[in-house]
DNA sequence: AAAATTAATTATGAATTCAGAATTCATGTC
DNA sequence: GACATGAATTCTGAATTCATAATTAATTTT
């Protein structure tokens, strides 16, 4: 009945509403921390940056406060949310969890290629690790998490992740940066990537769930290093 | 040193944004069923009901949008998402995983009052069933699921839990209207109340994983018996 | 001089206005 | 009579404006 429009509507041209650019821009803006945590957001500053109205910087705001990534104090604007020690313990339990299901799913539904580019980024990070190479480390990280997401092929489970993701975001680029423990974790990735090989689902699961854990405490104990633990 | 600030915050009256309340009373609207998927959102129809201008309606439009309960079309408004049952098959895994794991820590945190409660509801439960009060069972068996969320004292996994429940909620309605299986259910809810009791962590995961997934071969029998399946 | 009260400024909340796109309806053509 | 073209209407997108709350500055009082 109405199926023509929704067809048109994939096959047309169609801008984005500016709202959802101006989320996109300032989602960004926070997950690469050139917006501090708990800092204050100005309206006028940010609508000054990206030359738009008030108007879909405030829709926009309310986006990414619904994305958990700032908070409304009403009629005090919003602040960007800061992760306390606390906010870590009990997020990264929920990633495990979903990053689990990601990996059973891509262990049953991924491509041959996929699985292909997983083993080899895994070597990547392996390389990465023995040259001392943090910042691509860390990139190639990001990358195979990324990927088991993608070949998992669950948009809501994409979804969640994500949204989940964002808010330990920055709190896991400053562990990268300060304590590692690059060697076990290099030796977890080369058992998730030769799990999701063999098709073993509930291997990668428990697999991913446990790296992830994992990287709770490694992320704990280097914001506890930094001193900027909260 | 901004902590008095903050103190002030939570102790002071603050009217919580209007675009916060429409958004909450749309979202009510479209959980309860009262706008059908698919249908498409008049934003003037709207304003009139809740007797606001179109800033705040549109505010929450876009809040409502990142939690997926409504798709945003440029230019063209938006419309109720409809739940297909592709969703449904990646969202249950989903829901599954999250309630599994806030089983888990259900069983490490709740209370001796929160179990007791949840043992009571599931008692309630059963005689629900055997007095064949569908509406009643529907009611409790919610209650006893929002129980064990609340008691694993997750706030970022109610969260999550809460965004991808609320894409599924009309369905899993829908499915106690038409298709049950109860006595299967009233068993495994037993059986999870009894493994809270006792603190078995893994068990009321997996427990609760199971019967989620077993709700989703109910939830999609029920569809297709309804008919009304897309 | 310190604290408190009040005035001024600034920022946010929400309605209105203006601009542009989409839909609908009418007219004309084949 | 069906289809296409074009005008009118309606709806959405975004900027502006108005109102109100919060913050800062200034003045007064103790």
Known sequence: MEDSSQIRGQLMISRPALAVEVANALRELILEGELASGEKIREKE???????????????????SS?????????RGAIISQTSDED???????????????GAQAAKRATDDELAEIA???QDLHEAFEKGDRPQYFAINQMIHNAILSACRNPILQRSHAAVAGQVHRARYQANHVSTRWQQAVI???QISDALNDRRADLANSLLNQHMMAKLSSVLRARTEAGSNN
Chains 1, 2 share one sequence.
Do not use: D
Request: aromatic fraction near 4%; avoid cysteine; charge should be negative.
């Open 46 to 64: 940010l609508t000054e940056r990206f030359g738009v109205s008030r108007t879909p910087l405030r829709e926009a705001m309310k986006m990414l």
């Open 120 to 122: 080899r980024m895994t």
């Open 188 to 190: 977890e990735h080369k």
């Open 67 to 75: 994305e958990g990534l700032i908070e409304l104090i009403p009629n």
């Open 88 to 102: 870590l313990i009990e997020a990264f339990p929920v990633l495990a969890a979903l990053e689990g299901l990601a």
